[in-house]
């Protein structure tokens, strides 16, 4: 299978439907099948009844866009009832606002533009955030776009963020303190009481990246799981983001950015008023917004309720605490840390747990990579309530095969690649295609790659220089969504 893909131009006549929806079905065969419960990230599916149900409301609201909300009352409707649907779950009062956006990493550049933006009101012109270093690379994203430092901190043993090295972080030009309830590499939740305290008592706004968590920890807690306070009953939480389109199960392209009150939020808001086009103002990064995630999120929140979502996350929180006890009996295989909901990380103390990765990828399961420390990550979800068993049987085998000293392990250092951030964003059988194109960008002959992920984790760690992997990562994103017979720059 070649990663290459051909230029096109648009065909003079238009194509049959019939044979346009051919090439897509069969260019989907190649695609990871989430369907049979064997992908444990990106997907989100709560069943194909309520999948059906969701797409008829996003059908309804095809067409219409959400940047004008006077012109469309429904869509404007729809997302403040979802809004204050959400901001009530996650302890918020009426004074807490919010705006819908297309998915975390805009909720969150919106959350960290708001500080700035607040920050320099208070005369902060060089405004720095503090964050766990196991917080999501939206933050990252946001600094890079917004020129707002991030300062990392460790966390602990527990993978929890080091509050001491938090407090020593602050100087007098942070404007923002971050904690995640929970982190997506481990699953733990972050000391949220304690990371607002620090934030209030030092006069800093307070974000709590719920992303993963704020359409769960709720129902979690219903169920009489333990689960530390996270959300806004915290006092000096500022604001928080929650994904719709993760444990929400709505339609993709829907997550929310909420404030403590609207004072905070206007801190976001983008006005232009000297176009010839006319006033023009904007909640949030994008301009047009789909009218169709707005409603099929606000038709899913009305369809489950809180029972249907606390019916959904006892089936889920079964299946990982099978999954949990599970990997307690396979030797060498360990869960890290004592993650809160269902997402949680696999790691060895005796294995290459790259290895089990691989021998459970040959096996059909896709499974993301992790490092620092080396790690599979499990998003579980509704999607696998029947595919747990056969995971943990397919693990054990894969341990076991593990378990033997590998024949011939590495490869020359020098020759190096790759590639974290793609390996995670394109994992598994995408793997292989990604090693090809970057022996290209290198210059390297195919055959001297290794072919497992396991093995080019190994040559990373070895690397020398983190900031050649930044440039080749890059080289590989420009390369993949490049056709063949365009030039490098
Ligand atoms: C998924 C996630 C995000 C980013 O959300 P996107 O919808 O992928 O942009 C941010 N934070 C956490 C903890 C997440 O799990």
Not at 148 to 164: I, N, S
Request: hydrophobic share 45%.
């Amino acid at each position: 299978m070649s990663g290459s893909v051909d230029a096109k131009a648009l065909p003079e006549a238009g194509r049959e439907e019939e044979e346009i929806l051919e090439e897509m079905r069969a260019l989907r065969e190649e695609d990871v099948n989430w369907h049979d419960g064997k992908v444990w990230s990106l997907v989100f599916h709560a069943s194909d009844e309520l999948a059906a149900f969701s797409k008829q409301a996003y059908g309804m609201f095809y067409a219409e866009n959400g940047l004008n909300p006077t012109a469309f009352p429904s869509l404007r409707r729809f997302e403040v009832e979802v809004i204050s649907m959400v901001a009530k779950l996650l302890g918020g009062d009426l004074q807490v606002v919010g705006n819908m956006t297309s998915g975390g990493t805009e909720s969150i550049l919106m959350a960290v533009k708001a500080a700035r933006e607040w920050g320099r009101k208070r005369g902060k012109s060089d405004p720095e955030m503090v964050l766990p270093m196991s917080a999501h690379p939206a933050f990252e994203k946001a600094a890079h776009y917004f020129g707002v430092k991030a300062v990392h901190v460790p966390v602990r043993k527990d993978f929890r963020v080091d509050l001491r090295a938090m407090r020593k972080a602050i100087n007098r030009r942070t404007v923002l303190l971050v904690g995640s309830a929970p982190q997506y590499p481990q699953g733990v939740v972050d000391p949220i009481e304690e990371i607002a305290q620090l934030a209030q008592r030092r006069k800093l706004l307070c974000h709590v990246d719920a992303c993963v968590g704020g359409m769960m920890l709720p129902f979690v807690r219903d169920l009489g799981h333990q689960v530390p306070a996270f959300d806004f009953a915290v006092p000096g939480v500022t604001s928080m983001s929650v994904d719709l389109h993760k444990y929400g199960y709505a339609a993709k392209g829907a997550s929310i950015v909420l404030y403590r009150d609207a004072e905070l939020r206007k801190h976001q808001y983008f006005a232009y008023t000297e176009w010839p086009g006319g006033i023009y103002v904007s909640p949030t990064m994008t301009g047009t917004r789909p009218g169709g995630a707005i409603a099929a999120a606000w038709a899913m929140l009305n369809r489950l309720g809180l029972s249907g979502y606390r019916e959904i996350a006892r089936d889920v929180m079964a299946a990982a605490g099978r999954i949990r006890a599970g990997v307690a009996e396979i030797e060498g295989v360990d869960v890290l840390g004592e993650p809160t909901m269902s997402v949680m990380a696999l790691g060895s103390k005796t294995l290459d747990i790259y290895e089990v990765g691989d021998a459970l990828a040959e096996r059909g399961w896709h499974l993301d990579r992790q490092q620092n420390p080396a790690s599979l990550h499990l998003t579980i979800n509704a999607a696998h309530l029947e595919s747990t068993e056969q995971l943990l049987a397919d693990l054990r085998e894969a341990a076991e095969l593990c378990q033997r000293p590998p024949t011939e392990r590495l490869i020359q250092r020098s020759k190096l690649l790759l590639v974290n951030t793609a390996m995670r964003v394109l994992p598994g059988p995408v793997a292989t295609k990604v090693t090809r194109v970057a022996s290209r960008v290198l210059g390297i002959g195919d055959g001297e790659l290794p072919k497992k992920t396991a093995a080019m984790y190994g040559l990373m760690a070895a690397l020398p220089n983190k900031g050649d992997l930044n440039e080749m990562v890059i080289e590989l994103l420009d390369k993949l969504t490049r056709h063949e017979g365009s030039t490098p720059a």
